[in-house]
T-cell receptor
């Protein structure tokens, strides 16, 4: 079954430190895409970063990087130099090659950044 | 540039009532989606559309209907509202089926059925 698992319901990190949010996925497809979204308390969904299954390099976008380990089927999000504004829910999601572009979401991780 | 606009932002319905959640995008995207987000859960796909006149069911379509008469609009209809439909509803769009960009999401509609 196609599935995204986020095992950390909540995480705390000290401001200015780095934090890793875990994501594992399950699919038998060879071609897929992995996404991370941020959902602040205001509720909107903000796209952060994308990794394609055939991309050889880990994706990076500013302070966000995606630690992609294909053999382990993991796609962890690393946030460097955490800021108070990073406090939010973070969702990992997968898009399959044969889909119509829709996403399969994990349950999310609530990140709290402490000053 | 409005992006994806959802209305209303909040709504309280009584059991058995009906309503339509509106979604409009101004980016000329062919692909549009409706998701629901239950407390403590990720988003689940209700319906999607790959272009005007073409819609299909997602993972949780029961109790909902959609239409896509234009590229811009993708309304979601709730008939005979039930407490189980209390949720936050998100509309999203993207220009193509694949690609490295994320989908564009609306602000969400928080629906409570009492």
């Amino acid at each position: 079954a196609q599935k995204i698992t986020q095992t950390q319901p909540g995480m705390f990190v000290q401001e200015k430190e780095a934090v890793t949010l875990d994501c594992t996925y399950d699919t038998s497809d060879q071609s897929y895409g992995l996404f991370w979204y941020k959902q602040p308390s205001s509720g909107e969904m903000i796209f952060l970063i994308y990794q394609g299954s055939y991309d050889e390099q880990n994706a990076t976008e500013g302070r966000y990087s995606l630690n992609f380990q294909k053999a382990r089927k993991s796609a962890n999000l690393v946030i460097s130099a955490s800021q108070l504004g990073d406090s939010a829910m973070y969702f990992c999601a997968m898009r399959l090659e044969g889909s119509q572009g829709n996403l399969i979401f994990g349950k999310g991780t609530k990140l709290s950044v402490k000053p | 540039n409005a992006g994806v606009t959802q209305t209303p932002k909040f709504r309280i319905l009584k059991i058995g009532q009906s309503m339509t959640l509106q979604c409009a995008q101004d980016m000329n995207h062919n692909y549009m989606y409706w998701y629901r987000q239950d407390p403590g859960m990720g988003l689940k796909l209700i319906y999607y559309s790959v272009g005007a006149g073409i819609t299909d069911k997602g993972e949780v379509p029961n109790g909902y209907n959609v239409s896509r008469s234009t590229t811009e609009d993708f309304p979601l209809r709730l008939e005979l509202a039930a407490p189980s439909q209390t949720s936050v509803y998100f509309c999203a769009s993207r220009p193509s089926r694949q690609g490295s960009g994320g989908a564009f999401f609306g602000q969400g509609t928080r629906l409570t059925v009492v």
